[in-house]
């Protein structure tokens, strides 16, 4: 069975500029989160789908973070324009049922550097 | 407001036993994770607790005490590829979402 997957595993980008990054679910879950960890920190929640369905995005810092997951499969989180602040690395993972969310299976991550 | 509170580092001697302790508050509680993320790789599930007690895997256990906010995460018969940071998570309520600590470093020394 494949894990989780995400793309790039890197970027590099300039202030102002816009980037997308993916993630691939495990086939047949349906919750998917997004993550970020600046160094040092905390592993910080930015949003969570049901399905194709936003059940949280209280963590998402601003309007500048857009996060899709059309059909319920993979889904995107699309930083425009992207600021200093941003950079970090952005971890998606997916668990199967809402009741199993203790027990989620992390993607190795997208490093987002902006410079 | 909600946090989980974790030693930053910890250091211990190959072959030996370790202890990372970890305390939170936060609005709700379903129960205590524990993630393991080595050096450029992905936080990985290690254990769970909704109730109180031990709960033994392998060479990992964990525990947890509902009535203190307080878990820990035992290692035993420690090796080198132990080496990892080491993340507590909540599962603070019937939504689903889980909170992260900042992570314990684990240094193994030969």
């Known amino acids: 069975e494949a894990g989780v997957t995400q793309f790039p595993s890197h970027s590099v980008i300039e202030k102002g500029q816009t980037v997308t990054l993916r993630c691939d679910p495990i086939?047949?879950?349906?919750?998917l989160y997004w993550y970020r960890r600046v160094m040092g920190k905390e592993i910080k929640f930015l949003l969570h789908f049901v399905k194709e369905s936003k059940q949280d995005e209280s963590g998402m810092p601003n309007n500048r973070f857009l996060a899709e997951r059309t059909g319920g499969t993979y889904s995107t989180l699309k930083v425009q324009p992207a600021e200093l602040e941003d950079s970090g690395v952005y971890f998606c993972?997916?668990?199967?049922?809402?009741?199993?969310?203790?027990?989620?299976?992390f993607g190795p991550g997208t490093r987002l550097t902006v410079t | 407001g909600q946090s989980l509170e974790q030693p930053s580092e910890v250091t211990a001697v190959e072959g030996a036993i370790v202890q990372i302790n970890c305390t939170y508050q936060?609005?709700?509680?379903?129960?205590l994770s524990w993630y393991q993320q080595h050096d450029g790789g992905a936080p990985t599930f290690l254990s769970y607790?909704?109730?109180?007690g031990l709960e033994e895997t392998g060479r990992f256990s964990s525990f947890l005490s509902r009535s203190d906010s307080y878990g820990y995460l035992l290692l035993q018969e420690l090796q080198m590829k132990d080496s990892a940071s080491y993340f507590c998570a909540v599962r603070d309520g019937r939504d689903d979402k889980i909170i992260f600590g900042k992570g314990t470093r684990l240094h193994i020394l030969p």
């Open positions: 086939s047949g879950h349906d919750n």
């Open positions: 936060t609005s709700g509680f379903y129960g």
């Open positions: 607790n909704a109730l109180d």
């Open positions: 993972a997916s668990s199967l049922t809402s009741e199993s969310s203790y027990e989620q299976y």
